[in-house]
């Protein structure tokens, strides 16, 4: 039962971390795609102010991820960070060539240092996503189990390239949902209909690469497969696309507030589905929760531990993100109402 408790949890970090830090990457894939200098002057300049407060903090979820994995559940640990330690380690280099070029462009003054810090982190926005899901896909797909080795063959299959596909076109509907309401925030009108055409382009994207996932699916992820197509799995899969189709509404109507929130349900019942289409299995069909789970003593102390972190620090982060998305972290200076 404790083994059961902290999968659930970690399923549920999972999904916390592919909304929050999927705002984050989708922020940097529309920074990639902006446009020459001239022309990407003012979405550049929404996406510095949208990010600046929170992007570091939803790296808390990863903690929380890896610390869950490393303790309750040693032997998948193993697994995934013996057979797929490449994407991982790839994902790891964009995060911190992310930040990095986030938090040195905007105070470089010279143009050339500006391009090479904005290309790193508009470009690792990218990647990054890309490997995370390709991550998931090498261990719906199959190929990985106990005492699997490091090779192309464990993650560079198409449900592999189809996960990684799915996190990147999941990261750009968010970023563009939420900065379609940054817009309107920070009184930017002449961007709201910029980002909401890219929500629809990028919802509509998503659905496609989701359809086309589900349909060419690796024949060895067939336990997955079934998963996602039958019972509680294709019941939280069709909510995904629900509320997806509600997010592109809502984006674009008098209520486009209300799309954040539809966003992040429609990529949280996304990871929702995958891990309801692989339960009970964490590395399918090969190990499950139960043969993955480490010594009862730590699980239950680590139980107590997660529900007092939850406890403490979630709360503090909606604060976070509540006082963020009503603007109060990051006023407008007088310079930036000039522009």
């Known amino acids: 039962m404790t083994a059961n408790i902290v999968a659930w949890i970690l399923l549920l970090v999972i999904a916390a971390y592919a909304c929050g830090g999927g705002v984050d ?8 795609f902006a446009g020459g200098a001239a022309r990407g002057k003012r979405p550049r300049w929404l996406i510095d102010h949208a990010m600046a407060p929170v992007w570091e903090v939803n790296n808390v979820w990863l903690i929380f991820v890896l610390i869950l994995m490393w303790t309750g559940f040693p032997e998948f640990f193993q697994t995934v960070f013996t057979a797929l ?45 890309f490997f995370l899901g390709a991550v998931i896909g090498g261990v719906a797909s199959g190929r990985v189990a106990p005492g699997t080795v490091a090779s192309a063959h464990a993650w560079a299959n198409t449900t592999s390239v189809m996960a990684g596909l ?44 989701g359809v086309i996932g ?9 336990y ?11 019941a939280a899969l069709l909510a995904a696309v629900a509320a997806l189709v509600l997010t592109t509404w809502l984006v674009s109507g008098p209520a486009s507030g209300w799309a954040r929130y539809s966003s992040v349900a429609t990529v ?19 190990l499950t929760v139960q043969e993955a789970a480490g010594a009862s003593e730590p699980l ?40």
């Open 166 to 209: 799915v996190a990147v076109a999941a990261t750009a509907f968010l970023g563009a949902v939420f900065l379609s309401v940054d817009a309107r925030r920070f009184g930017a009108t002449d961007l709201i209909g910029y980002f909401r055409l890219r929500a629809r382009i990028a919802g509509f994207a998503l659905l496609v690469v």
């Open 224 to 234: 997955v497969h079934h998963g996602l197509t039958h019972g509680a799995g294709l």
């Open 214 to 222: 589900v349909t060419l699916t690796d024949p060895q992820a067939a």
């Open 268 to 286: 949280a019942l996304l990871v929702a589905a995958w891990g309801l289409a692989q339960r009970p299995y964490l590395v399918p069909t090969s």
């Open 25 to 32: 990457y989708g922020a940097g894939f529309w920074d990639l």
């Open 300 to 339: 239950h102390w680590m139980l107590f531990v997660t529900a007092v972190a939850l406890v403490l620090i979630g709360p503090a982060l909606v604060l976070l993100y509540r006082l963020d998305t009503r603007g109060v972290l990051e006023p407008l200076t007088e310079e930036d109402v000039a522009e």
């Open 85 to 129: 330690w490449l994407p991982l380690a790839l994902a790891a280099v964009g995060m911190v060539l992310r930040g990095a070029g986030f938090a040195l462009r905007k105070p470089t003054r010279n143009l050339a240092g500006r391009r090479i810090y904005g290309a790193a982190f508009a470009v690792s926005s990218l990647l990054t996503p």
